[in-house]
């Protein structure tokens, strides 16, 4: 009986200090057809043994899954056959500065964790907020803006808006996750999530800076409005991307293109130097875009790969009925082994590898973003 009382003060005690994880459930999907509800404590367990889910808690109507969506829900549209700005992205690839991401991933990964519960997290997301403005200021607010997108947790997500000038409604998002997370203890071990996803936020912040000087601060403007977006908690299952693209779903918005960078910068055998653009769980006709944006603009070729599962960010775009493509760092297998513990750092990282992701960001932003986007009807 005394050991019963014990053990429930002990229980208690955690409780009171831990909090939610003990008490609260979480509703997880597994597969395109299967959900399970576990307590939120589990879900680290489940994800410890390879078990791979998104945390659909706040959106369970959302429909399900499916692994190929542009055979239900995506709508399909005619994207560029042709690369037709080859000056002007030529232009900004000369000036991509692997110095300057250097830098901004080795200060990213100096925070000891960017656990999204985390004050680190916390922390790594004013940081970051701060260098979108710094690279972004002296744009006026009618041609940029930077927003937090706030969760019920502390670490929020951030969104770059670029407002087009002539078909604002059509959005093209460029994507990564700003998160980190040490699998075997996320609120007590480091995480510095160089590669996972630090690779893809400097990716994309470097897309961003040569954006702004090169093409916004020289007069011109997309047509179609473009969106750099940095999500909080990827690694709890999606969870901040779903609350974002739910909430664009919600609002009636239409993006016509979402591109995820997440894992950038890990190259397994430099003779065979790839990038790997995942066929599953994205669009096909955005994917075949993109293949043409790497022939036309890289030094490396791409190969087809899948995760198996909806492995990043891209998932909350497609679940939501939103074209999505993904290319990480080469084919699934040789992806780095070091994620998700302490050896995710950046000297294992090629920074001429996520040059050429950024290569990746800045032809896709400028070859659609004066693009007239035409649905297909079947
Ligand atoms: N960057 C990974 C996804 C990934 C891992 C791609 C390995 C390629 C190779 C991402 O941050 C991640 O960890 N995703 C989770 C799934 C997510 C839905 C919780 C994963 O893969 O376990
Ligand atoms: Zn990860």
Known sequence: MKLFSFITFILTIVQVTVGLPFVSRRVLQLS??????????????????????????????????NKRPENK??????????????????????NIDKHSMYDNLAKFTSFYTRYYKSEYGYQSAQWLEQKIQNITSG?????LTVERFSHNWKQYS?????????????????????????LILPSVLAAPGADDDGSGTVTNLEALRLYV?????????????????????????LLGSLDVFTHYSTENKRVVAMLQQDMTGYVQDPKYEHVGLVTDYTTEALTNFVKLIIDAYLSIPYIETEC???CSDHGSATKNGFPAA?????????????IHTTMDTLDRLSFDHMAEHTKIVIGSIIELGDWKFAELKN
Not at 32 to 58: A, M, N, W
């Open 32 to 65: 395109e057809d299967t959900t399970i509800t576990v307590p939120e404590y589990e879900k680290l367990s489940l994800l410890r043994k390879g078990v791979r889910f998104i945390d659909i808690t706040e959106h369970v109507e959302l429909p399900f899954f």
């Open 73 to 94: 829900v995506v709508p399909t549209y005619k994207y560029p056959a042709l690369v037709s700005n080859d000056q002007i992205v030529q232009k900004l690839i000369d």
């Open 139 to 143: 744009l006026p607010e009618k041609v």
């Open 158 to 182: 951030i969104i770059v808006k670029i407002e087009g000038s002539e078909t604002p409604d059509d959005i093209i998002v460029m994507g990564s996750h700003q998160d980190s997370m040490n």
């Open 213 to 237: 000087e090169y093409f916004l601060k020289k007069g011109q403007r997309p047509k179609n409005t473009v969106e750099f977006h940095f999500y909080s908690a990827e690694e709890a299952g």
């Open 308 to 310: 198996g599962y909806a």
């Open 326 to 338: 993904f290319v990480i760092e080469s084919e699934f297998s040789k992806t780095s082994k070091y």
